[in-house]
C-alpha cells in the first residue's frame, strides 16, 4: 500500500556531495520510521541512518559527521544529505518505511563516487 519513490542518486567525484530524496505515497503521521540502507557489490546490505516519527536519528559509524538524514512532514519525503563522499559510499541505496508493523522499501538508486 505504501509507495516510496527514490531520487537523487548519480555520478559524483571522492569529496562531493548528492542529496537523495524519499517521498513517501502516504502521510508521514502514519510512518514510525524512516530510514536508508545500502548495499555494495560483494557486501551484504547495511543501515545507514534512519529518523523515527520524533525526530531522533541514527548513524552507522562509517558514515557519522558526513551524511545527515531529515524528514520534510509536509511534503511526506526523507532526505539523505551525503557530503564528503568516498569511492567506498559507492552502492545502491534504498529508502525504507515502516508502517502499520510492516517495513516498504524502494526501488533503490545507484550513487557511484569516482576517485
Known amino acids: 500500500q505504501v509507495q516510496l519513490v527514490e531520487s537523487g542518486g548519480g555520478l559524483v567525484q571522492a569529496g562531493g556531495s548528492l542529496r537523495l530524496s524519499c517521498v513517501a505515497s502516504i502521510s508521514m503521521v502514519s510512518i514510525n520510521e524512516m530510514g536508508w540502507h545500502r548495499q555494495a557489490p560483494g557486501k551484504q546490505r547495511e543501515l545507514v541512518a534512519d529518523?523515527?516519527?520524533?525526530?531522533?536519528?541514527y548513524y552507522a559509524d562509517s558514515v557519522k559527521g558526513r551524511f545527515t538524514i531529515s524528514r520534510d512532514s509536509a511534503k511526506n519525503t526523507a532526505y539523505l544529505q551525503m557530503n564528503s563522499l568516498k569511492p567506498e559510499d559507492t552502492a545502491v541505496y534504498y529508502c525504507?518505511?515502516?508502517?502499520?508493523?510492516?517495513?516498504?522499501w524502494g526501488q533503490g538508486t545507484q550513487v557511484t563516487v569516482s576517485s
Open positions: 525504507d518505511a515502516d508502517s502499520n508493523y510492516r517495513r516498504y
Open positions: 529518523i523515527t516519527s520524533g525526530g531522533r536519528t
